[in-house]
């Protein structure tokens, strides 16, 4: 009987079950990444917030004082001579000349007894920024070259500079009197000291002589020339 009964509880082979689990559908798991394109990844690396690092407080590093090189020194010290001995100290810009360029110029302005001197832009701001000559450091940027001399012959070196087209007149200190240039063309129409001190000693002179010629006349003469600028300084006064 239990023999009987298990046969018939158990299935025969290749029996099957009535309701079978039938999967609808694909069950796959569809969430994985998608794989980036190398150039986005190289432009979100590129592109990526890097915050800054945090400064160091004040104090933390020792502050290196700049030292002054012997041959600054010296440069220094030979360019306060320049500006103490000259009259005449002009700045002008190098646009590409050659060395036989230089060596013509220096030999033109040699017969006028203007020099041509040479210093670096570095050393001229250096002492410029600790005298009384403080506007003129603008006016060294880029190559530029210094011509100097113990009288200011301004005519003199407008002319010669007129043979070199490669030198450019930026400004000039005259008398310790800063100018453009501009300036220096207005101060090269002047007159020279000398014709100065003629033209006013002559009309000194013209005058003692008109004077002279006056009193050497007759009394009555010179009174009635009195009387006269009396009268107009009257008429003067009443008009005013």
Known sequence: MAATLCGKLLSPK?????????????KAVTRHRKPMHFLKQKLLAVTQY?????????????????????????????????????????????SGSTSHDMIMLKNRFHKHDIHVRLFPNQVMRSFLSKSIYSNMAPLFIGPTVLFVSKEPKV????????????????????????????????????SSVAVVQGELVSGLSALAS?????????????????????????QAEKAT
Not at 14 to 26: A, E, K, N, V, Y
Not at 159 to 179: V, Y
Not at 213 to 230: G, V
């Open 155 to 190: 005519k003199e070196m407008l002319s010669t500079l007129r043979l070199s087209p490669q030198m450019s007149l930026l400004g000039a200190c005259i008398d310790n009197t800063l100018l453009s240039a501009q300036g220096v063309a207005s101060y090269a129409k002047l």
């Open 50 to 94: 890097i915050p800054p690092k945090p400064a160091a407080p004040p104090g933390a590093y020792p502050r290196e004082t700049p030292v002054e090189s012997p041959l600054m020194r010296l440069l220094t010290r030979d360019l306060e001579g320049v500006f103490r001995d000259c009259k005449m100290v002009a700045v002008a810009q190098n």
């Open 14 to 26: 290749g029996w099957l079950p009535r309701t079978q689990s039938i999967r609808h559908g694909s």
């Open 210 to 234: 008109q004077t002279g010629t006056l009193l050497q006349r007759h009394p009555t003469h010179l009174t009635a020339l009195l009387q006269q600028y009396a009268a107009q300084q009257a």
